[in-house]
């Protein structure tokens, strides 16, 4: 079985007896008390190469269990893996291994095929594939992949959360044993670990050498990573599948996600550039257009009338906003979130018409149109429940349906229920100009059907867009509980938080910006006083904190005064000067000493042009902050700082202002901004101040 000899920095042109010599040089000694046989860490670990961690495939045939070990009995359950076959193509490896009875004669009775593929931005993606050669069925019960890590990867980063509250950072020390998260919401959750990094301990934005994993996929799922006391390590990932929920008859197969991994020397910002490289070149979404958008949630929640929406649509359209999205509401008796969902036709008493004349009339101002959907959901009280009980997804055990958010969950796996929500949702699309859904999924799935349940959404995301060319979109779960790379193989933006209260959303948009570029993030505008958490915030902070992402506006503008409008028009206009930038450049972040002061930017491709932020998130250590320093500029390129109009000035914590700032202006080289910088805007807590760098 092949194993894996180095994941890491490029070693440069290596002739093949210098690779031979390099992998003969990875073989070590065998320990007392272990096996006569040195231990390695291959590509598919299992039991009987000497392997004594979590296996890469774990199952059993109906009638007995697969035991996976290295035993030589003649018996048909003893099953060994050998290798079959391996091909290289550029950048694309395949290996293939049969699972053999102990005994020659047997003919292999699964096969496993393990795949390698190393993109042109560096970005290491693997997926693991069994199929099943019995005539026996086999209940698959794990098919994990798994890649290397060094000693010195001595620390996991990763995340967890909750609603309103996603993508909070959580450390530990990689010690003997196995650190393992799992998640069984049937999505990957508020708690998702999202990304899974280990690294040198007390790696950085900016230094230290990590190793990123993710796992793409929208269902549960399972993470892992574990070193073992032969100084073995490995990082896993995979599918977590119920019992019975994969049962692979003669021939059938059953195909891992894929895992994609980055690795860096410099810390957690070149790897999170690979990936940000690759989506883009993958998806094209920095080619797309970006749309500031008008949600109207939070401005009428389920008040939906249409005067009130036009005189919305109308304040938006002055502000800058490019597209205007009707969110949750507009189905025939949706009053509340407690009925209606699953009957996704229009109201008829609020919309006699229908939605034609407001889209006209928001098409009239110049903005295109979007609108809310939750295909994958259902009341209680709705036509569809009581005409298709049989539609719902419950667990068997259960007398009576669990109810999460006041609903239940449509089985798509289902022929005729998934046929009526595609004729639903493709009458909409054929009936209204919509190029855009926002696409919600607002509750856990029953556990046990998580995995066809994710591969159905996916295939009516699918068909929508092949029969409705140019749709969009959003993928919303509750706000951020399904962020992966497998949804975003089909949408073009993600709603990463319930919450608009600036202060969460700078955290979360910094974490998740780890895997995401910024034109993917959902980051809206709300009003001053945050409806889920009751904090009120001033006007910098929250132009600065919506400023980077793909921008929108949640809060009811009819409400705000005349300044407050022009100043929304003004941050709007700084926005899509600098959206370009945003939206195509690298993502930087400094390491800062004082956790409480944040520093982030965007440079573009040709390190000519950048947006900075400095954020101050709490009060500071000290009554005077460090200076700035702003990473990733051209060394020998002398730059200009200066402050970008948003549309309002922060709040300073200083009787007198550097110099500098007062004179409105600084050139340096970007050497000098990035090693020595320059003294920082003391801010009052909870401020914001934006930065416009340009080459000279």
């Known amino acids: 079985m092949p194993s894996f000899i180095h994941w890491g920095a490029d070693l440069g042109e290596l002739t093949a007896s210098q690779l031979e010599q390099l992998a003969d040089a990875q073989i070590p000694a065998s320990s007392n008390a272990a096996v006569d046989s040195p231990i390695r860490p291959l590509i598919f670990p299992m039991l009987d190469t000497a392997w004594l961690g979590r296996p890469a495939l774990s199952g059993n045939h109906p009638v007995a269990p697969l035991e996976l070990v290295a035993v030589d009995t003649g018996d048909a359950r003893v099953v060994r893996f050998t290798l079959t076959s391996a091909v290289v193509a550029a950048a694309h490896a395949v290996t293939h291994a049969d699972a053999s009875a102990a005994t020659p004669a047997h003919t292999p009775s699964l096969e496993v095929t393990v795949e390698f593929q190393l993109t042109a931005e560096g970005l290491l993606r693997t997926r693991s594939s069994v199929v099943n050669r019995s005539a026996q069925a086999f209940e698959l019960d794990e098919l994990s992949v798994v890649l290397p890590l060094p000693a010195r990867a001595a620390e996991v980063l990763d995340f967890s959360g909750h609603w309103a509250g996603e993508r909070r950072?959580?450390?530990?020390?990689?010690?003997?044993?196995?650190?393992?998260?799992e998640?069984?919401?049937?999505?990957?959750?508020?708690?998702?670990?999202?990304?899974?990094?280990?690294?040198?301990?007390?790696?950085?934005?900016?230094?230290?050498?990590?190793?990123?994993?993710?796992?793409?996929?929208?269902?549960?799922?399972?993470?892992?990573?574990?070193?073992?006391?032969?100084?073995?390590?490995?990082i896993g990932a995979g599918e977590l599948l119920a019992p019975r929920e994969v049962v692979l008859g003669l021939d059938a197969s059953y195909t891992s996600p894929w895992v994609s991994a980055a690795w860096s020397r410099d810390g957690l910002d070149p790897a999170s550039a690979r990936f940000h490289r690759f989506l883009r070149r993958e998806h094209g979404f920095a080619e797309r257009a970006h749309p500031v958008i008008l949600n109207t949630w939070e401005a009428v929640y389920f008040d939906h009338n249409e005067v009130t929406l036009r005189r919305l649509a109308d304040a938006g359209a002055r502000a800058g906003v490019e597209r205007f999205v009707l969110d949750d509401g507009w189905m025939s008796g949706r009053t509340d979130d407690q009925r209606a969902l699953g009957d996704w036709a229009v109201d008829t008493e609020r919309w006699p018409n229908g939605l034609g004349p407001l889209i006209d009339y928001v098409i009239g101002l110049g903005l295109d149109f979007g609108l809310w959907v939750e295909p994958e959901m259902v009341n209680l009280d709705s036509q569809l429940a009581r005409d298709h009980p049989e539609w719902i997804l419950t667990e068997p055990h259960r007398s009576t349906p669990l109810l999460a958010r006041n609903q239940l969950v449509v089985d798509l796996t289902n022929p005729d229920a998934f046929a009526a929500i595609f004729a639903a949702l493709d009458a909409l699309l054929s009936e209204y100009a919509i190029s855009y859904l926002k696409w919600d999924h607002n509750r856990d799935l029953p556990v046990t059907r998580s995995h066809e349940q994710t591969l159905a959404t996916y295939r009516l995301m699918d068909v929508l867009r092949q029969r409705h060319s140019g749709l969009e979109i959003e993928s919303c779960a509750s706000g951020g509980a399904r962020i992966d790379l497998g949804i975003l193989e089909r949408t073009n933006r993600v709603w990463a938080s319930d919450t608009n209260d600036p202060l969460e959303r700078q955290s979360i948009y910094r974490y998740s910006s780890l895997l995401l570029p910024p034109e993917l993030l959902g980051v809206h505008l709300g009003a001053p006083t945050a409806h889920t958490t009751g904090r009120t915030h001033a006007p910098?902070?929250?132009?600065?904190?919506?400023?980077?992402?793909?921008?929108?506006?949640?809060?009811?503008?009819?409400?705000a005064t005349e300044h407050e409008l022009a100043q929304v028009a003004r941050w709007l206009t700084a926005y899509k000067e600098v959206r370009p930038i945003i939206h195509s450049g690298t993502v930087v972040r400094a390491d800062r000493a004082d956790p409480a002061l944040w520093v982030h930017g965007v440079v573009n491709s040709t390190q000519t042009d950048a947006v900075f932020a400095i954020v101050a998130m709490a009060a500071q250590r000290d009554a005077l902050p460090d200076p700035v320093q702003l990473p990733g500029l051209d060394p020998e390129t002398n730059y200009t700082v200066s402050v970008l109009d948003i549309g309002a000035e922060p709040r300073y914590f200083a009787a007198v202002l550097p110099p500098w700032l007062l004179g409105g202006s600084l050139t340096l080289t970007g050497r000098a901004l990035a090693e020595v910088g320059f003294a920082a805007p003391p801010l009052a807590p909870e401020q914001a101040i934006v930065f416009r760098v340009t080459a000279q």
Request: aromatic share 14%; net charge positive; no cysteine.
């Open 169 to 181: 950072p959580q450390r530990t020390p990689l010690q003997n044993g196995a650190w393992l998260r």
């Open 183 to 234: 998640s069984r919401h049937g999505r990957p959750g508020h708690d998702a670990s999202f990304l899974t990094i280990a690294g040198t301990p007390a790696f950085g934005f900016r230094h230290g050498e990590v190793w990123a994993v993710h796992l793409g996929w929208s269902g549960s799922q399972r993470i892992w990573v574990e070193r073992q006391i032969s100084g073995i390590s490995l």
């Open 540 to 559: 910098a902070f929250r132009f600065a904190t919506a400023l980077f992402g793909w921008a929108g506006i949640e809060w009811n503008l009819l409400e």
